[in-house]
């Protein structure tokens, strides 16, 4: 088994920044690669940004390309995702998420392990 936490959403004004902390513990040895998704009230969860926990591969949706940075601490089993010049279409709940094979990141269905998800409100 594998927990997750996420931490550091908030309410912030447009152009502001945030920074989103995501502590993995248990089987962490077994993590592929670390994904960002958000979920806006009435909207699917989508990707945003993914990090290959070994690699340090990453990719973004387009959306975010240029204002989000997705990061990992190995030692630390910290994923982070930096968040810059931010949108009110940025608003959703923003969950962090661990895979255990090499698949689609982009894929929710193909993540086994989960956050409670964290706010962040963007107010324009």
């Known amino acids: 088994q594998m927990q997750l936490v996420e931490s550091g959403g908030g309410l912030v004004q447009a152009g502001g920044s945030l920074r989103l902390s995501c502590a993995t513990s248990?089987?962490?040895?077994?993590?592929?690669?670390m994904g960002w998704f958000r979920q806006a009230p009435g909207k699917e969860r989508v990707f945003v940004a993914g990090?290959?926990?070994?690699?340090?591969?990453?990719n973004y949706r387009d959306a975010v390309k240029g204002r989000f940075t997705i990061s990992r601490d190995n030692a630390k089993n910290m994923v982070y995702l930096q968040m810059n010049s931010l949108k009110p279409e940025d608003t959703a709940v923003y969950y962090c998420?661990?895979?255990?094979?090499?698949?689609?990141?982009?894929?929710?269905?193909?993540?086994?392990?989960w956050g409670q998800g964290t706010q962040v409100t963007v107010s324009s």
């Open positions: 990090i290959g926990w070994n690699s340090g591969t990453t």
């Open positions: 998420a661990a895979q255990t094979f090499y698949g689609n990141n982009w894929n929710p269905g193909e993540y086994g392990y």
């Open positions: 248990g089987r962490t040895a077994a993590t592929v690669v």
